[in-house]
T-cell receptor, first 112, second 116 residues
């Protein structure tokens, strides 16, 4: 079993829809949770960063962490064609342990 | 966040040869990381490179195949040695970065390698 599971998609939705991307994990030691966006032929770009459980909002993006269920989500409101990319969840253990563990990534397409 | 550049951005190589990938950061960082992203797959950490010490390799990766140099706080190289088609991948370097409440990593644009 992989430490981090993420549905690879592909996921295709119409412009303006709310998008929900999710990851589950098995290691309860993970404390820091991240979402990266990767456009085709580019490196991953940090999108959202949360510590422990709770919600964090940044513009059209909301990250949620439910540590009791070992489940994290990224919501995109009012999705735009420019949001079309691969979204990778990543997580790591306590501060000082730098290794990031990534999900497989979900390929998202927003159709105009 | 740091600005990270990689050279080359892409290359096509013959099996049995070696390629050295460079990673340059615009600020001094203690820890740099090298990842591999195979087609359609996620990122896998190859090794962690600290300035002034030997790189630490993850399980499944060895120094003879992926030697790493870290001569200063803004630069690192990864060599892919004795390449085979299975080494065709995107190679990414990243650096540590501090955010409120913790630390994360920022990535370079990647080097796309095709081995024939």
């Amino acid at each position: 079993q992989k430490e981090v599971e993420q549905d690879p998609g592909p996921l295709s939705v119409p412009e303006g829809a709310i998008v929900s991307l999710n990851c589950t994990y098995s290691n309860s030691a993970f404390q820091y949770f991240m979402w990266y966006r990767q456009y085709s032929r580019k490196g991953p770009e940090l999108l959202m960063y949360t510590y422990s459980s709770g919600n964090k909002e940044d513009g059209r993006f909301t990250a949620q962490v439910d540590k009791s269920s070992k489940y994290i989500s990224l919501f995109i409101r009012d999705s735009q064609p420019s949001d079309s990319a691969t979204y990778l969840c990543a997580m790591r253990r306590i501060q000082g342990a730098q290794k990031l563990v990534f999900g497989q990534g979900t390929r998202l397409t927003i159709n105009p | 966040s740091a600005v990270i550049s990689q050279k080359p951005s892409r290359d096509i190589c013959q099996r049995g040869t070696s390629l050295t990938i460079q990673c340059q950061v615009d600020s001094q960082v203690t820890m740099m990381f090298w990842y591999r992203q195979q087609p359609g797959q996620s990122l896998t950490l190859i090794a962690t490179a600290n300035q002034g010490s030997e790189a630490t390799y993850e399980s499944g990766f060895v120094i003879d195949k992926f030697p790493i140099s870290r001569p200063n706080l803004t630069f690192s190289t990864l060599t892919v040695s004795n390449m085979s088609p299975e080494d065709s991948s995107i190679y990414l370097c990243s650096v540590e970065g501090s955010l409120a409440g913790g630390e994360t990593q920022y990535f370079g644009p990647g080097t796309r390698l095709l081995v024939l």
